[in-house]
């Protein structure tokens, strides 16, 4: 299932739906042309060894393709080795929902529901949940047995994702095999939390030749949960990943606030390593008030020494859009200004983190005026004179 092209001809085989396009990899442009010709512009050219968003190209005009999968074909190679190409119609503003699947030694497979992964930037998720706004009754049993089926044809054992887009919304909504993982994600906690099932350890059972404990009608799923990514990276700089030492690193903690990092606080963080501090996962009873615990508790946070994301977290959680479900993958690019111009609690936080070293309230420094507002206070330019007490 590494190879994207070959995937989508095993899922072909099994029934189940695969976004319209060529049917393996691409030989030359003269072939890119004829598939695009076929079903339609726009297309979007990728990598058969892709991930991660590298080695795919968006084309809306014929002129446009031989240029797209040069670029394509030079990325792939440089970041996967392989250079190998494959064409699909491009489904414009789709939400991005995967399936948790499992699979034993013993011929069982079942699904833990689904995870909306549509708040990405760059192809890279920012923000996960489960269960999906999008989803209803009828579409998640249709999702989750093409995810169950799409399993089976791969002949998979243990903790996997089947990966999809959707188009549309209701019963009516389609759907397209995006890709399988053949692994755990970083948002797997999401789907802990909701369905109340350790994971790691289902994986370990199976790996081992138990057999699942249970069957599908056996599962269900319970409340809601929202996983926040923390980066260290500046959201206003064009998210620049960040380094330095971690003066202070305060995890949030309480009922319904899980944090899973692989930092403490007076590690360097390195310009060598992808800069992911931690995955803040909290989950209650329904959507708001899940919104309402995330919020809270990123701003129970305090983290100095590297600029993070987290205010960029807070500016997509009280976006009366994402409170109404009303978004899908292209949302942060579209809403990005706004997003960026958003970070009053930024400020407050670092702020609170400053007092929590020193005692005192810190003095914050101005910043120039902002394009559309008045100037904003920048702690971090006073950084230099917090000091951890001896």
Same mark, same amino acid.
């Given at each position: 299932? &590494?190879?994207? =092209?070959? @995937? *989508?001809?095993?899922? $072909?085989? /099994?029934?189940?739906?695969? %976004?319209?396009?060529? #049917?393996?990899?691409?030989?030359?442009?003269?072939?890119?042309?004829?598939?695009?010709?076929?079903?339609?512009?726009?297309?979007?050219?990728?990598?058969?060894?892709?991930?991660?968003?590298?080695?795919?190209?968006?084309?809306?005009?014929?002129?446009?393709?031989? &240029?797209?999968? =040069?670029? @394509? *074909?030079?990325?792939? $190679?440089? /970041?996967?080795?392989?250079? %190998?190409?494959?064409? #699909?119609?491009?489904?414009?503003?789709?939400?991005?929902?995967?399936?948790?699947?499992?699979?034993?030694?013993?011929?069982?497979?079942?699904?833990?529901?689904?995870?909306?992964?549509?708040?990405?930037?760059?192809?890279?998720?920012?923000?996960?949940?489960?269960?999906?706004?999008?989803?209803?009754?009828?579409?998640?049993?249709?999702?989750?047995?093409?995810?169950?089926?799409?399993?089976?044809?791969?002949?998979?054992?243990?903790?996997?994702?089947?990966?999809?887009?959707?188009?549309?919304?209701?019963?009516?909504?389609?759907?397209?095999?995006?890709?399988?993982?053949?692994?755990?994600?970083?948002?797997?906690?999401?789907?802990?939390?909701?369905?109340?099932?350790?994971?790691?350890?289902?994986?370990?059972?199976?790996?081992?030749?138990?057999?699942?404990?249970?069957?599908?009608?056996?599962?269900?799923?319970?409340?809601?949960?929202?996983?926040?990514?923390?980066?260290?990276?500046?959201?206003?700089?064009?998210?620049?990943?960040?380094?330095?030492?971690?003066?202070?690193?305060?995890?949030?903690?309480?009922?319904?606030?899980?944090?899973?990092?692989?930092?403490?606080?007076?590690?360097?963080?390195?310009?060598?390593?992808?800069?992911?501090?931690?995955?803040?996962?909290?989950?209650?009873?329904?959507?708001?008030?899940?919104?309402?615990?995330?919020?809270?508790?990123?701003?129970?946070?305090?983290?100095?020494?590297?600029?993070?994301?987290?205010?960029?977290?807070?500016?997509?959680?009280?976006?009366?859009?994402?409170?109404?479900?009303?978004?899908?993958?292209?949302?942060?690019?579209?809403?990005?200004?706004?997003?960026?111009?958003?970070?009053?609690?930024?400020?407050?936080?670092?702020?609170?983190?400053?007092?929590?070293?020193?005692?005192?309230?810190?003095?914050?420094?101005?910043?120039?005026?902002?394009?559309?507002?008045?100037?904003?206070?920048?702690?971090w330019l006073a950084l230099s004179s917090w000091r951890r007490p001896v």
């Open positions: 299932m &590494g190879d994207k =092209a070959s @995937a *989508r001809a095993t899922m $072909t085989a /099994a029934g189940v739906p695969v %976004t319209p396009g060529s #049917e393996g990899i691409i030989a030359d442009a003269l072939e890119a042309e004829v598939v695009a010709q076929d079903i339609g512009l726009p297309v979007m050219v990728k990598a058969s060894a892709g991930g991660g968003g590298k080695g795919m190209r968006v084309v809306r005009a014929g002129g446009e393709l031989a &240029g797209a999968l =040069a670029g @394509a *074909r030079r990325e792939a $190679t440089v /970041a996967f080795g392989d250079g %190998t190409l494959y064409v #699909e119609r491009l489904v414009e503003q789709p939400r991005h929902v995967e399936f948790q699947v499992i699979a034993d030694h013993h011929g069982h497979v079942v699904h833990l529901f689904e995870r909306e992964c549509s708040l990405q930037r760059r192809h890279q998720k920012v923000i996960e949940e489960s269960p999906s706004v999008v989803m209803t009754p009828s579409l998640r049993a249709r999702m989750g047995d093409a995810a169950v089926a799409a399993t089976r044809a791969a002949g998979y054992r243990n903790a996997g994702t089947i990966e999809f887009l959707v188009e549309g919304e209701g019963d009516a909504a389609r759907f397209y095999f995006l890709e399988m993982n053949t692994r755990l994600q970083v948002e797997h906690p999401v789907t802990e939390a909701v369905s109340g099932i350790d994971l790691v350890h289902a994986q370990i059972a199976v790996a081992t030749g138990s057999p699942l404990p249970w069957s599908q009608d056996d599962l269900s799923p319970r409340g809601h949960a929202i996983e926040c990514r923390v980066y260290a990276e500046d959201p206003a700089n064009g998210f620049l990943p960040q380094a330095g030492r971690l003066l202070l690193y305060r995890e949030p903690s309480g009922p319904g606030i899980r944090v899973d990092s692989g930092v403490v606080e007076g590690n360097e963080v390195s310009v060598h390593y992808d800069p992911l501090l931690a995955k803040l996962v909290v989950s209650a009873e329904h959507r708001p008030a899940a919104i309402r615990r995330a919020r809270t508790a990123l701003r129970q946070f305090p983290v100095l020494g590297v600029r993070t994301n987290i205010p960029f977290l807070l500016a997509l959680l009280d976006h009366p859009l994402f409170a109404e479900g009303r978004f899908d993958t292209g949302f942060i690019e579209r809403e990005l200004p706004a997003l960026l111009r958003s970070d009053a609690a930024g400020s407050e936080i670092a702020v609170a983190a400053a007092a929590c070293v020193t005692g005192v309230v810190a003095t914050a420094v101005p910043l120039p005026s902002a394009p559309d507002g008045p100037a904003r206070p920048d702690p």
